[in-house]
DNA sequence: AGCACGCCGACT
DNA sequence: GTCGGCGTGCTC
């Protein structure tokens, strides 16, 4: 006989480092047949044989000697739920990432579809009393708790309940003695809506008979021949319908026509809201080019990946909807990467209006039970089109033909929770291993795409025009400290001034962008200098004028706003910086009669309000609206004919390599929302670093001027597109005890790569400094940054690996928490 | 993550 | 002797 056996190799759904490796399951007879790799299984793991769930993710063949392995218990899927590209997909997150397998499978399978085991004990001899002896407190007390509810208790239930830690083998003895039962439940987390669907039990013959002899009851025979005509129908659906109850129904069961029986039913997330027709535009000569390239590669399955540069306002939309006609047509499927939701409406209401139903929503305000079912629409092949932000591009199609990556630039690509993706790296992957079109999007193409469109690893195209002739936006930049110089100590240049002004007399529209929310944006006393901050996160607190209070912005504490020093006591203390709630008072202050709207993150707090606010603006029903980044994206307003950006500072010096390309997208971006139809758009930018170049490239809508410039400080200092970055975060416990352990690792990994031979550690490891952000909620923060300059990149891995994951419990003491992160974005 | 084992001090 | 606390180490 043959000697080998098979072993399913799993994944156990638990989230621990020391469990993140493959497990070998020996598969029974009668499973041989029935198992399939990325389905779910239920395995005995561990001392207690605790039953877990488990994905299998490999099957081998080992030599039969060795091993005494336990069995798999039960697959828990009829059908795999990970693809074989998925599982490739997972071990390539594991590594790229350096996160679990489980966190890797979590992304692509929501949380609702994972079963989590219960136990629960059933009490089996009433006269338990009699036998066991008095002096086991413990069995004592389990037996009693369990008669007090009836006989049948979860083991959680007992365990929170009993004053004793561990009741396992009290548990067991009294499980082995017969005392009780113990019952494993999986109890599927998120409940499927049932719905009542009525059909017909008869043919249509027999119908037709029986209809004639029924003329006496007119609802039973409306409601028979609705049922010819639809098939089926929901039990409230049809009687509202023909207006009866459901006495009707019940009547026709009981004579046996029809039966009632239940239907999943999937919550639709756009319930209600219409959606407007979008129709087809006539592609320009410029689109068409593009489209058409594009569209061979989709046909003939061609995995290509392109970056679309196109002007703010050139039309990169209608490209992507005509791309997405030609997939959905081949009979491809489709995901559309939206940087937000609720951010980008306009983009949602498009591909909506223009395809209908049949395309699913995925974004962050969806409930588990949403999600779950979106998810389910997917992967049964009801939908072939995805809109979404970044978790979207996980959406489990098995057809897939095109990717779109609106706003490519976005941050919000990039994951900030484990496993920290990006979005477009897992878009790319997709694109290869299933053969479809990767199409990048972006007025102002992030350096490191944009770097490898130079290099030929993504194909360029550009839109240099903007339709119906409309032009971009002139730029004027004000010099702030030649305002101060001259005496207008006002937030508002006067050339910005009297531009509002001239606009309310057109009866033309105005945005005003702010990027702080609030008031004032710190608090501080002109006597002793005290700058009020937030007790826990070492922030500046931010006045807020509707509750009259100082919030943090990071922790969310609010304290009632002082009136004199918390430190010294005097009067003299003062607001300052302006947030977009003071530029509104200073608006309507400055120009009364004007109607002004706010759109930050305070005021959109309501659902739907964000929406509203858009929608009131659009319709003309407001002549100004301040905003912070939020008004950045994707709006298309016609009337719209001067955009002042009142302050772009904060972002030009944020402590972050990223803050001149910050700058100079956001300023685009928001420069972008005027002159979008035939009207001439003007755009003020204030600032107090006039000269500086993301400032005066943006300005002049030199994209290619501002790319060489920043790419040369980037190859100078050695950051992404030319070195991979691997943040360390740190954070918990005292803040020497944190110093001192930050050192002690950073030493470590010195004295690592020292032995490894190489010499000079500086442009390899940053740090350890204070994180930005020195402390959030009491928590104090540290980071070390390497740099693979000099150095390769899976050394560093292999080093961090070593720290962190392989002997974690030795190098990472409790209470100190450790965040690996690859090519971060954000790096406070 | 869970869970058991093993060692230790505190108590009947 | 027994109980419970806590540190350590393992899970196919």
Not at 775 to 791: A, P
């Amino acid at each position: 006989m043959d000697s080998k056996k098979l072993v399913a190799q799993v994944i156990v759904d638990n989230n621990s480092h020391q469990t993140d490796k493959l497990f070998d399951y020996l598969i029974p007879p009668h499973l041989i047949n029935i198992l399939k790799i990325g389905m779910r299984v239920l395995v005995p793991f561990g001392k207690g044989n605790k039953r877990l769930e488990a994905y299998l993710l490999n099957i081998a063949v080992i030599k039969e000697e060795s091993l005494k392995l336990k069995e798999i218990i039960t697959p828990l899927d009829y059908h795999s739920i990970l693809s074989e590209n998925q599982i490739k997909m997972v071990f390539w997150m594991r590594k790229k990432y350096m996160c679990k397998f489980i966190e890797a499978i979590h992304c692509i399978i929501p949380t609702g579809i994972v079963n989590k085991e219960k136990r629960i004990l059933h009490l089996t001899k009433e006269n338990w009393r009699n036998f066991i002896p008095h002096q086991q407190h413990k069995q004592m007390q389990i037996m009693m708790l369990l008669e007090e509810h009836g006989g049948s208790l979860s083991q959680d239930l007992i365990n929170k309940t009993l004053p004793f830690k561990d009741c396992y083998q009290a548990i067991k003895s009294l499980e082995e003695e017969g005392y009780l039962d113990i019952e494993y439940q999986l109890s599927s987390r998120v409940n499927i809506k049932r719905e009542q669907y009525v059909k017909l039990k008869k043919t249509i013959e027999e119908i037709d008979i029986v209809l004639n002899e029924l003329n006496r009851a007119p609802k039973q025979v409306a409601m028979l021949e609705y049922l010819l005509k639809h098939r089926e129908a929901k039990t409230t659906d049809i009687t509202k319908t023909i207006n009866t109850t459901n006495a009707t129904i019940r009547a026709l069961e009981a004579k046996g026509l029809i039966t009632i029986f239940e239907k999943e039913s999937k919550r639709n997330p756009f319930s209600t809201d219409e959606v407007e027709l979008y129709p087809k535009l006539k592609a320009t000569e410029e689109q068409e080019n593009i489209i058409k390239e594009i569209v061979g590669d989709i046909i003939d399955n061609r995995s290509n990946n392109y970056l679309i540069h196109g002007i703010t306002g050139s039309g990169k939309t209608e490209i992507y909807l005509q791309l997405m006609e030609v997939a959905k047509a081949e009979g491809k499927e489709g995901i559309i990467l939206v940087p937000e939701i609720s951010l980008t409406p306009q983009t949602v209401e498009r591909f909506r209006g223009r395809f209908g139903e049949g395309i699913a929503v995925f974004h962050s305000n969806l409930s588990e039970g949403e999600r779950y079912d979106e998810w389910r629409r997917i992967s049964e092949g009801k939908v072939d089109m995805v809109i979404g932000a970044r978790s979207a591009i996980f959406a489990p199609f098995n057809n897939l033909g095109l990717i779109i990556v609106d706003e490519e630039h976005e941050q919000t690509y990039k994951s900030e929770q484990n496993p920290k993706y990006h979005a477009i790296d897992i878009a790319f992957l997709r694109g290869m291993t299933e053969k479809a079109v990767v199409v990048l999007g972006s007025a102002t193409p992030s350096i490191e795409n944009y770097y490898k469109a130079q290099k030929g690893e993504i194909k360029l195209r550009t839109l240099e025009k903007r339709p119906q002739m409309a032009k971009l936006p002139e730029v004027e930049v004000i010099d702030m400290k030649e305002e101060l110089d001259t005496g207008n100590t006002s937030i508002l240049s006067n050339r910005l001034k009297s531009l509002i002004m001239e606009n309310l007399e057109k009866k033309k529209q105005t945005i005003l962008f702010l990027n702080r929310r609030g008031y004032s944006t710190f608090v501080s006393c002109r006597s002793c200098g005290h700058v009020v901050k937030c007790n826990h996160c070492d922030i500046s607190m931010t006045f807020h004028m509707g509750t009259k209070s100082l919030n943090c912005h990071y922790c969310g504490l609010k304290i009632s706003a002082p009136t004199s020093c918390p430190s010294c006591n005097s009067n003299r203390i003062k607001y300052f910086g302006a947030g977009t709630q003071k530029l509104e008072r200073v608006i309507e202050g400055q120009f009364p009669g004007a109607r002004v709207a706010r759109l930050d993150l305070d005021v959109t707090g309501k659902k739907g309000a964000h929406e509203r606010i858009l929608a009131d603006f659009k319709k003309g029903n407001k002549d100004i609206l301040i905003g912070t980044q939020m008004i950045s994206k994707g709006l298309d307003f016609p009337n719209v004919t001067l955009v002042g950006i009142i302050s772009i500072d904060s972002t030009l010096n944020l402590p972050d390599f990223r803050a001149s390309e910050r700058s100079f997208q956001l300023i685009t971006q928001v420069a972008g929302r005027a002159g979008r139809s035939l009207q001439a758009g003007r755009v003020v930018l204030q600032t107090y670093d006039p000269n500086h170049f993301s400032i005066v490239t943006a300005s002049k809508h030199d994209f290619k001027g501002f790319y060489n410039e920043e790419l040369e400080i980037r190859k100078e200092f050695a950051y992404p597109p030319f070195n991979n970055l691997i943040a360390l975060n740190f954070s918990g416990g005292r803040d020497d005890e944190l110093f001192q352990y930050v050192n002690k690792i950073a030493d470590g990994i010195r004295y690592i790569l020292q032995s490894k031979g190489y010499q000079s550690m500086n442009d390899m490891l940053l740090g350890p400094n204070a994180a930005i952000i020195p402390k959030i909620n009491n928590k104090y923060r540290y980071q070390i940054l390497l740099k693979d300059h000099g150095v390769e990149l899976g050394t560093l891995k292999r080093l961090i690996r070593y720290f962190f994951i392989q002997h974690r419990q030795k190098y990472l003491p409790k209470g100190i928490l450790a965040g690996i992160d690859i090519n971060p974005y954000n790096l406070m």
